[in-house]
Structures are given as structure tokens and as C-alpha cells.
């Protein structure tokens, strides 16, 4: 089932001034369950494509539907919404607050959607455990190591069950091993939940992993293929 349709996405950044096309008629197409990797060189238009899939930028030109619904068309506070509900980002920085413990972080979204409290506890719990981080569930993120910190930035993008992950260069910040963990965690997720990740990358554990490479130049999807019709497994 398609999950993401991508149609003529264009981006011009300064378009009256000194004109810089970020993208140029992106054409793509995302079904549930991917695992998926954007690549290409620095400014080819990875995270700009990630921004605009998921609601953060606006297109010049074109038009992304999610489910049928064409987010491009929504604004403002029905925009916000929409995002709220249904994707979840994940990003290089991590992006915690920092006074709030692990658990509060995870629940912090669940609590701007007006989730019940049981139910808010009892996804955070899930959520904790799938990560590995039950024994660090009431501290700090200034206390856990980066690759503890982007596991808590993974369960909170979940916390809202979403329609699918977007995460922008997540283990740039990481160390082998810990990429390594967070990459095992993602995978599982996908493959026991079914839960579709989209990554944009320069990092080649990442692309090993994705089961798609998409990669990008100068603006334009140049390649586009799935990994098992490149490499066989033997």
C-alpha cells in the first residue's frame, strides 16, 4: 500500500533574489513497511526532500499526499496536526529537552495529543523496553551517552504511533558501536511492527542496513533501486 506519494516536488530557495534550486521534479513513491535511504552528496537535497515529506517546508512546486491527503494544501495549525498525528522525526542533534527525565521526554508528545494518562504510561513502558533504556528511564538526557539519547529521540518519535519515521542523518553524531544499537533497534522495529523509517544519509552502516537506496544529485532522484536486486544474498 502507498504510504507517501511524492508528485513534480520542486524547491527554490531566494527565488527573487540569487535563485538556488534545492530540488527539481522529484518524482517518488513510499509504501508501508519500507526501509528506505536517501543518499547523496552535501547539498543535494536530502534533508530539504525529508523537510518537505514531512511537513516542515513548503514546496515550490508539486505536491505531497500522505494517505491520500495532500499535505502540501494544509496550513497553519491544521498542518501542525496533521504532523502530530502521523510522523515521526527523528534528527542528528537529538533534539531532547533537557530538564525533562527520559520517560517525560517520550511522554511529552503523547501528552500535547491529549493522550489519557494510563495510556500514556503504559506506551512510555513499551517504549522504554524496546529501546534498552529502562534502567535510565528517570534521568536526564545531559546524563546518558549520544547513542542512549538518539534511542530516546527513536521512542519518542513512536510515541504517537505514527504512519512512519523520517529520520535525517541519525548517526552522524554516533560512535560504531552505538550506531550499530540504534540501527538493530530500528530494524526490528520495522521488520516485528511494520513501521516504515525513511532515512536521509552520508553514513554507509546506514545504507548497508536500508532494504531501498535512493540517491539524489544536484536536485534529482538519479537512482532509485531496491538492495536485494543489487546484492543478492548468497
Known sequence: MNIIEIKG??????KDTMPVQALNG???VFQDGEFASIVGPSGSGKTTLLNIIGGLDDPTEGNVLIDGINITSLSGHSKTAFRLKN?????????LIPVLTVRENIEFIMQL???????RLSRTDELIEAVGLVDKKNCRPNKLSGGQ?????????????????????????????????LLDIME??????NI???FSTHDARVM???RRIITIEDGKVIDDVIKDKIMPES
Open 113 to 119: 495529543q491529549g493522550a489519557s494518562k494510563q495510556g
Open 149 to 181: 539519547q538518539q534511542r530516546v529521540a527513536v521512542a519518542r518519535a513512536l510515541a504517537s504511533k505514527p504512519k512512519f519515521i523520517l529520520a535525517d542523518e541519525p548517526t552522524a553524531n554516533l560512535d560504531s558501536k552505538s550506531a550499530e544499537n
Open 87 to 95: 510522523i515521526g522525526f527523528v534528527f542528528q542533534s537529538f533534539n
Open 188 to 193: 526490528k522495529l520495522n521488520k516485528e511492527e
Open 208 to 210: 548497508k542496513k536500508a
Open 196 to 198: 516504515t523509517f525513511i
Open 9 to 14: 516536488i520542486s524547491k527554490t530557495y531566494d
Open 26 to 28: 522529484i518524482d517518488l
